[in-house]
Nanobody, 130 residues
Framework: QVQLVESGGGLVQAGGSLRLSCAASGRTFSSYAMGWFRQAPGKEREFVAA??????????ADSVKGRFTISRDNAKNTVTVYLQMNSLKPEDTAVYYC?????????????????????WGQGTQVTVSP
């Protein structure tokens, strides 16, 4: 069955780093665009970063640009997507979700829209203390 499993979340002090991973299996995810979204308490889910199926194109929210890096490893049966988060701030505190979209055109208006993605992980908590 389809599985997107995030890991790597935790508690870190401001200025620290975390690396999130998302293992996707059950479909040919190597042909899917992959994204990371986050949701803080009382707020709507928001786009963080996305990467094209080939890995050649990436897009970031302005709030994380220059601090976060998305990458992917298109192995045969399991695609793994990473989100390297550096210089973390308290406002980065949220549940981070991995998402996969089969027919998401890699244009800004599409990849930042959560409803364009077909599959979601369960989320991993990231907490940044001041």
């Amino acid at each position: 069955q389809v599985q997107l499993v995030e890991s790597g979340g935790g508690l870190v002090q401001a200025g620290g780093s975390l690396r999130l991973s998302c293992a996707a299996s059950g479909r040919t995810f190597s042909s899917y665009a992959m994204g990371w979204f986050r949701q803080a308490p009382g707020k709507e889910r928001e786009f963080v970063a996305a990467i094209s199926s080939s890995g050649l194109s990436t897009k970031y929210a302005d709030s994380v640009k220059g601090r976060f890096t998305i990458s992917r490893d298109n192995a045969k049966n399991t695609v793994t997507v990473y989100l390297q988060m550096n210089s973390l701030k308290p406002e980065d505190t949220a549940v981070y979700y991995c998402a996969a979209g089969e027919k998401v055109p890699f244009i800004v208006v599409a990849i930042i829209t959560s409803s364009r993605y077909d599959y979601w992980g369960q989320g991993t908590q990231v907490t940044v203390s001041p």
